[in-house]
């Protein structure tokens, strides 16, 4: 059955035109992708497609055919819209007629269960879109339970979060909390160790043990580093040695150190003592 | 003495002109650098300045008034200019009033001498500034002899490495060669190992003893990794472990992920072998 062709008024489109505006879309649950390579990390990803956007009259390849019969097949709701409907609603110059609204992965707190091996990201106050997804991306190579956002300044359905974590929003859970408080107080009752990624710690990175059954991470925002509400507890604090000019890393950067730091002690550990892993 | 005032087709406002305009500048070994915090990064580098340009309606406070005369007396060419010029050439809503064209340190190949630690990054087509700049930054901080950029596809003096790179691209030397087998040919001459950042590569980055005399690391493009060129020499082929969903990490994780193992293995070597560091 072909699906009924809407115009821009239809009130399913309403979603896509808000991310289209670069405005925030009325529900933060969800996020538009657009185009193959996206959808395919969509279709690969559990997470639900609420509404499928196709425009026949730009579906050229066997691959984009194949992408949006996959697509109309999974979605809850499949429209056909015109090439003048979709260069209202795509971000790109040469759009190429497949577009979806899905659900983000994103969880209340109390709702995770974490395992002897848990490993958390906390993204205290990042500002910068970009960031936010390389983080999302790091987190999902470590295969981190969920990336906590406290202070969120970015929105991570936004467009650039997409494509910085190469799909990957789409599949780790994320998880809001207002503040360090809020956020101390949950990690502290899962039993987290809270690991504070710091410019000025004397403690190196490499010299405290993060082997421990449950850690989780914590970098700040890209001006001003992490809220000094983290130190309200008896978090450890560890710094990454800087031998240059500059006083950071980029927040990404300083986050894959750690996290991988987390998961080389860990397996260094079940390897036993001396070896490294 | 108060410097002249120019107006917009003075032709030592030309690069800040084609700047603006995010063209390239003729001359690919200046950067234009905007604003109080850049400016002070450029202070502290030691690369020259060859022009300061003021506007000095626009400059209100202490601080931008001990950054303008620090940059009068340092600069080869200083010039004051009226705010509709500076609105001409300024990248910003808001500007300051400050503006510089400064050198980039920029070496030919064969200009530069290695010690026994040498430590190299080798960026081979990275395709976005921001990358590029974080890059750098990085290397900044691992304290690099060199950045070496292969098959360039970003200028060095775009405005998003400056800002990526925390003005750090006024310190690290540049080399830039054309393709992979110029630079395997210069990094053979000058005895570095050289390893490459590939996530088909059997051999975990952290199993690969890392602590060799020189040791140039190379991260190839954000779509593409880097080109097969690099196999045609004996090179040591690294892989970060993925564990989740996507199958590569973004390109300044990867570089430092490796450049942070490389200054590991060379403390832990220095302690003596089994403790780490």
């Given at each position: ?123 205290d ?55 360090p408080a809020?956020a101390i ?9 809270v690991v504070v990624a710091e410019?000025g710690a ?16 914590v970098?700040g925002?890209?001006?001003?580093g992490v809220s000094s509400g983290w130190y309200a507890a008896p978090v450890r604090r ?40």
């Open positions: 059955m072909t699906p009924q062709r809407v115009g821009l008024h239809h009130p399913r489109l309403r979603p896509f035109l808000a991310a289209a505006r670069n405005t925030a879309p009325p529900d933060e649950d969800h996020v538009v992708v657009e185009g193959i390579w996206a959808l395919e990390k969509l279709l690969a990803a559990r997470t639900p497609v609420e509404t499928f956007l196709c425009c026949p009259e730009l579906v050229r390849t066997p691959q984009a055919r194949r992408c949006a019969d996959a697509l109309r097949e999974r979605a809850e709701a499949a429209y056909e819209i015109g090439p003048k409907v979709l260069s209202r609603l795509s971000g790109r110059a040469r759009p190429d007629g497949l577009l979806a609204l899905a659900g983000l992965p994103r969880r209340a707190a109390g709702e995770l269960e974490f395992g002897d091996r848990a490993l958390v990201l906390v993204a106050g990042i500002e910068y879109a970009g960031n936010l997804g390389t983080l999302i991306r790091t987190a999902d190579a470590c295969s981190a339970d969920c990336v906590v956002l406290v202070r969120r300044q970015v929105r991570p359905n936004h467009p650039r979060v997409f494509v910085a974590s190469r799909g990957t929003v789409l599949g780790v859970p994320l998880v809001e909390l207002p503040d809020s107080a949950w990690l502290g009752r899962c039993g987290f160790t410019p004397s403690r190196d990175y490499r010299a405290g043990d993060l082997s421990g059954p449950r850690t989780a991470v970098v925002s890209e001006g001003r560890v710094s990454i040695p800087m031998l240059g000019s500059a006083d950071s890393l980029n927040v990404s950067v300083s986050a894959a150190l750690l996290l991988y730091e987390v998961l080389t002690c860990r397996s260094r550990r079940t390897d036993g003592a001396g070896a490294r892993r």
